[in-house]
């Protein structure tokens, strides 16, 4: 056994685990009086009702041992300090510096970093205005009305996911898109009803050589370039990088670079400058706002203790489940169709995080890391998967998440039709229901854990602490299996792969390749179809 199964703590929570194992959610609220009340938060608007769990008082205390043993505490205020809790690229993980609101220094090698962050938020804040004002002028001295995020990753689908979020907070004059894909659809999509001239791309790519991004910023430089002539790069494109060098060869003015830094990753570098398009998108104050909403969240989670901290009880009630009763897949279940793309930005923040299986030590961990996460607005979802949620065979907890008002102020029917729908998906996985054996086929045996976190409304400050409140999840959850969140080596193999086979692919090479044989087979009947 690895160090951590082998603790006296995680063996006891074995048994805790067999010792549920014949109960249920509706024996746990029968046998607990007043359960409600020892499980759940009300933290600075955010209520968590976590008490359908499959656990009880003595479970939640052995949790809670698991994390203290373990030295979590310790290590939240090591993320904090700047200390490089990275340690595979000796880098310091300093997303939270983002948004701290705080005057306090902030050293990492030496330096404050707190005046470049307040610098580039500055820039960035001073651009999204001129836009918005219409006095950020093309080459034709027409005012800017397209803004075209191109990026991959965590250069698009955080900017992407919380300007559909805030829809109905955006500047309605303009229009900001995304392209993320190689795929030729996905540019072609997004551009083909646009102005050349009332057009700015925002180039996103820390390096400044990611492939998709630069394949794709290339071909957008063509069709500005076809268009407006070549001189007409420096006003219609602008960089946000590290790399200035790569920038200037592009063909965009330096000024127009907005710089982001190594220790902040890519799934973790909304607040950075990567937000730029969300910033145009909703404006400054607004963004400010959601900044102010994460904060809140990075103060509770650093502050609270950890029986009453949001974040940590979420994460080890996810390691209750991965752990001790094998589940291997969780969802997350937004009632707000602004937030559909929400449990697509969740996977690339935990799966990429925590999809791992190598500990601190460098050793195979012989334990279960991170489940796969998915989902779906409801009450879309209910149509599509519930089934499998209550009658399955397979055990999958769910977060639900929903806002007691609407996002228009004279909604009165539909906001409260959709949270009765969440609130009767999360009783009834719970409970299910009791009818005789002639109706078996529609028995549900209930016992489907779930929580619900709930919101007063969707804002830019709230979509900030939502956002917040899943990324220390998942740092908490890398803590507990002693992994590395913050690196993503696993992304790099099939890109290096496919560099090789691109070069195979253009020089039609149908005899010498070395690969197996199945890759080589694939390869020639592409080149043969050409």
């Given at each position: 056994m690895s160090k951590l199964t082998s603790l006296e703590i995680w063996q006891k929570l074995v048994s805790d685990k067999n010792r549920l194992l014949n109960n249920n959610v509706g024996n746990l609220f029968e046998s607990e009086e007043n359960r409600i009340d020892n499980y759940k938060l009300d933290v600075d608007g955010i209520y968590l009702d976590y008490s359908k769990n499959i656990i009880d008082r003595e479970t939640f205390f052995d949790l809670m041992q698991?994390?203290?043993?373990?030295?979590?505490?310790d290590k939240i205020e090591a993320m904090f300090r700047g200390e490089k809790i990275n340690f595979t690229e000796d880098r310091s993980v300093l997303h939270v510096a983002l948004r701290d609101q705080s005057s306090d220094q902030l050293i990492v090698d030496g330096k404050?970093?707190?005046?470049?962050?307040?610098n580039v938020l500055a820039r960035m804040k001073d651009f999204s205005t001129r836009i918005i004002d219409g006095r950020l002028l093309g080459q034709t001295g027409k005012s800017i009305k397209n803004i075209v995020n191109i990026g991959i990753g965590g250069s698009d689908l955080g900017p992407l996911m919380t300007t559909q979020a805030l829809e109905n907070y955006a500047n309605k004059h303009i229009s900001v898109r995304f392209v993320s894909?190689?795929?030729?659809?996905?540019?072609?999509?997004n551009i083909e009803d646009l102005d050349p001239a009332e057009t700015l791309f925002i180039v996103s790519s820390k390096t400044f050589t990611t492939d998709e991004t630069m394949t794709n910023a290339d071909s957008a430089k063509s069709w500005i370039v076809s268009s407006l002539g070549q001189t007409a790069v420096d006003k219609h494109f602008v960089a946000v990088s590290t790399n200035r060098e790569a920038v200037v060869a592009f063909g965009i003015n330096p000024d127009n670079m907005f710089e982001f830094w190594d220790f902040v990753g890519g799934r973790y570098s909304l607040c950075s400058a990567i937000g730029l398009s969300l910033m145009i998108a909703i404006g400054p104050d607004n963004f400010s706002q959601m900044l102010e909403g994460f904060n809140s969240i990075d103060t509770h989670f650093r502050k609270a203790p950890l029986e009453k901290n949001i974040p940590v009880i979420l994460a080890l009630l996810s390691i209750w489940y991965i752990n001790f009763w094998n589940v291997s897949t969780e969802a997350v279940i937004p009632y707000n169709e602004n937030l559909r793309l929400l449990p697509l930005y969740?996977?690339?923040?935990?799966m990429e995080s925590n999809g791992k299986s190598i500990d601190f030590t460098g050793n195979p961990v012989d334990y279960n890391t991170e489940s796969v996460i998915w989902g779906s607005q409801g009450t879309n979802s209910q149509h599509a998967y519930f089934q499998l949620f209550h009658q399955g065979t397979r055990l999958i907890p769910v977060d639900f998440i929903g806002y007691i008002n609407s996002d228009f102020d004279n909604d009165t029917i539909h906001q409260k039709k959709?949270?009765?729908?969440?609130?009767?998906?999360s009783r009834a996985?719970?409970?299910?229901?009791?009818?005789?054996?002639?109706?078996?086929f529609e028995s549900m045996p209930g016992n489907r854990p779930s929580n619900v976190l709930l919101f007063d409304r969707l804002s830019p400050r709230t979509l900030g602490q939502l956002i917040a409140i899943y990324e220390h999840k998942t740092f908490v959850e890398g803590v507990i299996w002693q992994i590395n969140s913050f690196d993503q080596y696993g992304v790099n193999l099939g890109k290096d792969i496919a560099k090789n086979i691109y070069s195979d692919l253009s020089s039609n090479n149908k005899t010498d390749i070395a690969y197996d044989q199945s890759t080589v087979e694939l390869i020639r009947r592409i080149i043969l179809k050409k």
């Open positions: 698991l994390a203290k043993q373990l030295n979590l505490n404050d970093i707190k005046p470049d962050i307040l894909n190689i795929d030729l659809n996905a540019l072609t999509n969740l996977q690339q923040l935990m959709l949270l009765a729908n969440m609130l009767a998906q996985l719970a409970f299910g229901n009791k009818l005789d054996t002639q109706n078996v």
